[in-house]
């Protein structure tokens, strides 16, 4: 392979004179350093510069010349493979720095241009945020005046509640007064009367007082004379009047009637037996009561007493007014 240098410089093939070499010299340390221009500065290019030799004038250093020449030649083609190398690679290094500067300049595209949607993004969020948050405090303002409302509300319903409790305990007064208001006219409509067989006719006799019962009941407004015992209950308070009577027919021995108040004796009647000159006789009697609510009332017999068909022995009485 032909020398480029050589081809570059086809006159240097001849052995040049002294001037000619010295001038040859300038010429390609010139061009050495124009080269190295062209390339990064190193050390080693610079050593080189300095090493070369500095050709004299004088016909002593003709024979040298040649051989030194030759040496600088081989110094200087060494040195410019080595520049050349090192411009590929640099070129190479170039290249892969330009590729992987173009990467990152469409990666910072990228970047920016999200950075941009991410700042469009921002921006709606932002007034998406603003508009929720005044949505907010307009909610938060009709909240504030609904709980006010809400309180008046409660306010007005505990207040109604306590007026209707009122009047819910004014309307039971008024039950209880329309109630025994209505008791008091219902016990006012009270009165009994019965006789003592409910069938056929005979006498009743008893050795001591014994209540009689009396079957046959007339009336009994009010249902509080009981015709199973021959008591009469007080249902009220008040003033009662009470009359019976009794009958004396065919008998050996006479009677004697009373009026008991719980138990206790009120009022009495009788007769002696009957005779052939007197062969029936009658009697009665009555009081007036003033009882208590419960208070009972009834007739007791010691001897005997008749009644028949006609009803001839009776037991009446009836409420006069309430206290």
């Given amino acids: ?78 040195e410019l493979r080595k520049l050349r190398d090192m411009s590929v690679e640099q070129k190479v290094e170039l290249r892969h720095l330009l590729a992987r500067v173009t990467a990152a300049e469409s990666l910072v595209e990228a970047l920016q241009k999200e950075n941009r949607d991410m700042e469009v993004r921002m921006s709606a969020a932002e007034s998406l945020a603003e508009g929720l948050q005044m949505e907010s405090d307009a909610q938060s303002t009709e909240l504030a005046v609904a709980q006010q409302m809400l309180s008046t509300l409660q306010q007005r319903l505990t207040d109604s509640e306590r007026h209707i409790e009122e009047l819910e305990k004014q309307q039971e007064g008024q039950k209880a007064i329309v109630q025994e208001v209505q008791d008091t006219n219902r016990v006012r409509k009270l009165a009994f009367s019965a006789s003592l067989l409910a069938s056929g006719e005979g006498n009743t006799s008893s050795e001591e007082f014994v209540p009689l019962i009396y079957r046959n009941v007339f009336t009994n407004t009010g249902n509080h004379y009981n015709s199973n015992t021959g008591y009469f209950t007080a249902p009220v308070r008040g003033v009662y009047y009470f009359r019976f009577t009794g009958h004396l027919a065919d008998t050996d021995r006479g009677t004697r009637m009373r009026i008991v108040k719980n138990g206790h004796a009120m009022v009495f009647t009788g007769d002696r037996l009957t005779t052939s000159a007197d062969a029936e006789d009658s009697i009665s009697n009555g009081v007036v009561l003033q009882l208590e609510v419960g208070d009972v009332v009834s007739v007791q017999i010691s001897g005997d007493v008749w009644d028949d068909q006609y009803h001839r022995t009776t037991f009446s009485g009836f409420l006069l007014f309430p206290l």
């Avoid at 002294?18 to 124009?34: A, E, N, P, R």
Wanted: with cysteine; glycine share 6%; aromatic share 6%.
């Fill in 1 to 78: 392979m032909a020398n480029p240098v050589h081809n570059c410089f086809p006159q240097m093939e001849r052995k040049p004179s002294t001037g000619h070499v010295k001038m040859k010299m300038k010429t390609l340390l010139v061009f050495s350093l124009i080269l190295m221009s062209c390339c990064p500065c190193r050390t080693q290019k610079k050593d080189i510069l300095l090493q070369a030799p500095y050709v004299e004038s004088g016909e002593d250093t003709a024979e040298t010349e040649g051989g030194e020449e030759e040496r600088i030649f081989h110094d200087i083609w060494a």
